[in-house]
């Protein structure tokens, strides 16, 4: 008979004692396990090009326009229908990206090393908000800013990065929590304390002042330049967790648009799926409305899935204006998630909880067992490819996905 308890403690062990590191930085595909030269990696579970919601379509455009494999919206969406484009979750190759979470061959990603134990993981670097690829935007701006990311930004970051030696995320993350941030729909905090630590090494490796200071100001203008750090350290996190025998903490939550998918560390790598919802409690941008939100999308819910996000919205009381909450309905909000979780994480804390580690670890039969569903924190896109983010909001995960999941722990352990 298996032990679910112990299993349970061993995969929650492995967590929290991640010791995840930016080492460096490289091109997807040179890096990135099993990348090819016709392949786009996006966020969530599988989905084939004709259920690509709108805000990923567009985010394929985009890339296949960057990679020079297209010059029109038109070519680009022929190709990408043609069968000749290779189409795979970043989940299937140790990486995440947010929203429509695409990742082309030649695109910059960070490497966050776990090196606890031995595993690594990655994600391409963050443009901005607004109209921007990840939120579907294929426009020449975007483009424009996509080549100069990868032409000036990528050697300039992963020059000051190597000359450190390395950075540590955990105590980057450790520190950010203390100063208001969740980690996932606010990254203040921790891209000040990015900012500092890269600063001094830029001046040190790069020769050419104006693009250091072209650098800094672009990243001094994205407050959300660390959320992509804080999703490949959580991945590189929850990794080592995933394929304990009997163990039913959920190992990875992640949505493409058009579905919402979890896998669960004693069930391999099988995705347990159901549609993803519009966000209803949310907070839209001048002129757009609930009708033009596309649904639920991105891996950054793997920010949850380690116990920070809207499991660490205690920390982060600024987050609650998206909905015309207060401090205390963030608080309550984080205290609901020490009901479905297996512990605390102590090395990530909430402040207003006298220091309290984040509840980490989703277990699948607490979530049905009480009925409590996993709470998320988001950007939304437009429905329609093209446009970009047009709000943000909060979202509960489909309690079917956790219930598809216990139907398949009876089964497997009887």
């Known amino acids: 008979m298996v032990d679910i308890a112990k299993a349970n403690i061993e995969a ?230 995933r394929d304990i025998e009997g163990s039913t903490m959920v190992v990875c939550m992640a949505r493409n648009g058009t579905d919402f998918g979890i896998q669960v560390s004693g069930l391999g790598d099988e995705w347990f799926t159901a549609p993803a919802e519009v966000p209803p409690n949310a907070l839209y941008f001048a002129g757009f409305t609930k009708e033009d939100a596309n649904p639920d999308i991105g891996d950054s819910s793997i920010m949850e899935t380690a116990g920070l996000g809207g499991f660490a919205i205690g920390a982060a009381p600024a987050i609650v204006q998206f909905t015309g909450g207060t401090p205390r309905d963030a608080l309550n909000k984080t205290l609901s998630m020490y009901e479905i979780t297996i512990g605390e994480n102590t090395a990530y804390q909430v402040p207003y909880l006298n220091f309290r580690g984040t509840p980490t670890g989703i277990d699948v039969r607490l979530v049905v067992e009480k009925g409590l569903l996993p709470f998320i924190d988001t950007g939304i896109a437009h429905k329609n490819p093209g446009v970009g983010q047009v709000g943000a909001g909060l979202v509960d995960a489909p309690m079917a996905v956790f219930k598809k999941a216990i139907i398949a722990l009876s089964k497997k352990y009887a």
């Not at 919601?53 to 990679?67: D, F, Q, R, S, T």
């Not at 029109?72 to 795979?88: C, M, N, P, R, Y």
């Not at 061959?105 to 990840?134: D, H, Q």
Request: charge should be neutral; proline fraction near 6%; aromatic fraction near 6%.
């Open 12 to 241: 929650l062990r492995r967590l929290v004692s991640a010791t995840p590191e930016l080492v460096g930085m490289g091109k997807a595909i040179d890096i990135v396990p099993g990348m090819k030269t016709n392949m786009i990696l996006h966020s969530g579970p599988p989905v084939t090009w004709d259920r690509m919601c709108g805000p990923m379509k567009g985010g394929v455009i985009a890339a296949l326009i960057y990679e020079g494999m297209a010059h029109t919206k038109e070519e680009a969406e022929a190709l990408a229908a043609s069968g000749q484009i290779e189409f795979s979750p970043c989940h299937h190759h140790q990486a995440v990206g947010p929203m429509a979470g695409i990742v082309s061959p030649s695109m910059p990603v960070y490497i966050i090393e776990n090196a606890a134990f031995g595993n690594k993981s990655y994600a391409t670097m963050n443009e901005g908000l607004g109209k921007v690829l990840r939120m579907g935007a294929y426009s020449p701006d975007v483009i424009e800013r996509l080549k100069w990311m990868e032409e000036v930004l990528y050697p300039t970051l992963d020059r000051a990065i190597r000359f450190l030696g390395g950075m540590d995320m955990k105590s980057i993350i450790a520190q950010a929590l203390h100063m208001g941030d969740e980690l996932h729909n606010r990254n203040r905090g921790a891209t000040s304390l990015f900012y500092r630590a890269i600063a001094p090494a830029m001046v040190r490796t790069t020769s050419d002042p104006l693009v250091i200071e072209k650098v800094l100001r672009f990243i001094d203008g994205n407050d959300h330049t660390f959320l992509n750090l804080s999703m490949a350290t959580a991945k590189a996190s929850l990794d080592p967790a």
